[in-house]
Nanobody, 123 residues
Framework: QVQLAESGGGSVETGRSLRLSCAVPLYIYNSYSMAWFRQAPGKEREGVAVFRFDGNTKYGDSVKGRFTIARDNNKNTLYLHMNSLQPEDTAIYYC?????????????????WGQGTQVTVSS
């Protein structure tokens, strides 16, 4: 049963911004590590950013300085703020979670996944 629900994807031009949201059940939000991944056509799933429940974060090298992962404790929602978008950021973006205290960008480390939201960046 899919319990993570992504939203906010869309089509934008190079250099613009988007904010992705992931609605998370309370029991996951309060104690799980949560992350964003992406997968472009023909490519492997790539770790974008992770937010461990102790507040530590980690980013993939390709998005450092442009993307920010954040949480809204009032809404049980995980966000991915994406700035200075480039065509190579085009992918399906997935929200993921795991009950372990991890700061991992490896897809196999996560047990819960959303269905994804498409982000397309045109040049």
């Amino acid at each position: 049963q899919v319990q993570l629900a992504e939203s906010g994807g869309g089509s934008v031009e190079t250099g613009r911004s988007l904010r992705l949201s992931c609605a998370v059940p309370l029991y996951i939000y309060n104690s799980y590590s949560m992350a964003w991944f992406r997968q472009a056509p023909g490519k492997e799933r790539e770790g974008v950013a992770v937010f461990r429940f102790d507040g530590n974060t980690k980013y993939g090298d390709s998005v450092k300085g442009r993307f920010t992962i954040a949480r809204d404790n009032n809404k049980n929602t995980l966000y991915l703020h994406m700035n200075s978008l480039q065509p190579e950021d085009t992918a399906i973006y997935y929200c993921a979670a795991d009950r372990r205290s991890i700061l991992s960008l490896v897809p196999s480390d996560y047990s819960q996944w959303g269905q994804g939201t498409q982000v397309t960046v045109s040049s």
